[in-house]
């Protein structure tokens, strides 16, 4: 079966430092990679997603990135953290096929608080 | 532009009370539905989905939806709330394609004991 990992759990960081968040995914290959943030009250807010190694494709313009330097893993990095980019973040997989019909599953989150 | 809308943000009911969510999209053509819950600083989880098919699709914890093309809604509904139900809850479309899926801003379940 497939499992979904994030790390760390929580993490409290001061303004202006760099960031690191690491998803990966086993049980499958060629996943379709999401990274999402998670405002209160706002819902889900797409950031990036992966469709393969290197493949980025960014939804919001903002101090993130995102890389897949391999096929089951996606971080997600700031160079400088902004008060704003506290949340929680949440990484999604999804089978690697066209056509929108697989679900998507989510790992457990990551909360991030930039003070 | 395509939209979900959770008109709901907060809904409070009585333990052993029926329950329904709801939910409606802004789209050409019918996406492919969902709905997840999620527990407080937890992950989401998939209650159910809808493809195609019968427009009654059964999920899991005794949840059910219903896909209802001339509303363009997909309300998801249970017969008896159980306090463990409190969590909240997100619908969600896909749309035949493409790799995006729109999520709902959620709602805020509380259940009274």
């Known amino acids: 079966s497939q499992t979904i990992h994030q790390w760390p759990a929580t993490l409290v960081q001061p303004v202006g430092s760099p960031l690191s968040l690491e998803c990966t995914v086993e049980?499958?290959?060629?996943?379709?990679l999401y990274w999402y943030r998670q405002a209160a009250g706002r819902g889900l807010q797409l950031l990036f997603y992966?469709?393969?190694?290197?493949?980025i494709s960014s939804e919001v313009p903002q101090n993130l990135s995102a890389s897949r330097p391999q096929d089951r893993q996606f971080i997600l990095s700031s160079k400088k953290l902004l008060l704003s980019d506290s949340g929680f973040y949440l990484c999604a997989w999804r089978l690697g096929l066209a056509g929108g019909r697989e679900t998507q599953y989510f790992g457990p989150g990551t909360r991030l608080l930039v003070l | 532009a395509q939209s979900v809308t959770q008109p709901d943000i907060h809904i409070t009911v009585s333990e052993g009370a029926s329950l329904e969510l709801r939910c409606n999209y802004s789209y050409g053509a019918t996406p492919y539905l969902f709905w997840y819950v999620q527990s407080p600083g937890q992950g989401l989880q998939l209650l159910l989905k809808y493809f195609s098919g019968d427009t009654l699709v059964q999920g899991i914890k005794g949840f059910e939806a219903e896909f209802k093309r001339s509303q363009s809604s997909f309300n998801l509904r249970k017969p008896s709330v159980h306090w463990s139900d409190a969590a909240e809850y997100f619908c969600a479309v896909a749309f035949p394609g493409t790799y995006k899926y729109i999520f709902g801003t959620g709602t805020r379940l509380k259940v009274l004991a």
């Open positions: 049980g499958t290959s060629n996943p379709n």
């Open positions: 992966s469709v393969g190694i290197g493949q």
